[in-house]
C-alpha cells in the first residue's frame, strides 16, 4: 500500500531529481515506502494516537507543519543520507516533497468513501503489523467518531455500531466494510 503511493509520488520527488542518481531510484521509493510504513509503525508503538488521529482529520495530513509529516520526513531524510550518502539538502529536498504527498493521498484515499483501494482496517492493519491491536483499536474506540465509525451516532465507537452496520450491510463482511466507510 505504501510502496504504491511511493512509486506514484516518486516519479518527480525521485525519478526525475538529478540529485537522486538513475541507479538508485527503486532503491529511494522503497526507502520512502518503508519510512512512512517504519515512522507509523513507531508513532503508534510510542503512543502517539492523538497525532495519527489528527492526520486524519481535516485535510492536514499533507501539510508540512502536521507533527507527524515532520517526523516521517526527518526519518526519511536520515535515512537518505545514512543510506545513500544523499547531502541533507538533497536527502531533505527529496523527503519534503515526497512524505507530505504519500500521506496526503493515503489520508485521502482512506476517507473516501467511493475509494476501496484504501481502507482504513487495511491501514490499521499495516501499522500494527497484523499482531497485538489492542492499542490500535482502543484508539479506534476513542477516534472512532473522527473517522466516521460511529453507526448510530452515540459519540463512540463499540459493539452497538457493529451491530448496526451487520444489519445496514448484512453479514460480517458488511459489518466491517459498514464499520470502515466501505
Do not use: R
Amino acid at each position: 500500500m505504501f510502496e504504491q503511493l511511493a512509486q506514484q509520488f516518486g516519479v518527480d520527488s525521485v525519478i526525475n531529481n538529478p540529485a537522486v542518481p538513475n541507479e538508485k531510484n527503486e532503491a529511494v521509493i522503497g526507502e520512502a515506502s518503508n519510512s512512512v510504513m517504519s515512522g507509523l509503525q513507531k508513532l503508534v508503538s510510542e503512543g502517539g494516537m492523538d497525532q495519527l488521529a489528527g492526520l486524519f482529520q481535516g485535510n492536514n495530513a499533507a501539510d508540512s507543519n502536521n507533527p507527524v509529516v515532520q517526523k516521517l520526513t526527518q526519518e526519511l531524510t536520515g535515512n537518505l543520507g545514512q543510506k545513500f550518502g544523499f547531502s541533507a539538502s538533497d536527502a531533505t529536498g527529496v523527503a519534503s516533497k515526497l512524505i507530505p504527498q504519500i500521506l496526503g493521498s493515503l489520508v485521502g484515499k482512506a476517507k473516501d468513501p467511493n475509494d476501496s483501494s484504501f481502507e482504513i482496517s487495511d491501514i490499521i492493519g499495516a501499522i500494527s503489523g497484523g499482531g497485538d491491536n489492542a492499542g490500535i483499536m482502543d484508539a479506534i474506540s476513542k477516534y472512532g467518531g473522527q473517522f466516521g465509525l460511529d453507526q448510530n451516532g452515540d459519540g463512540k465507537v463499540d459493539m452497538s455500531d457493529a451491530m448496526d452496520a451487520v444489519t445496514k450491510k448484512g453479514g460480517i463482511g458488511g459489518m466491517l466494510g459498514g464499520l470502515f466507510g466501505k
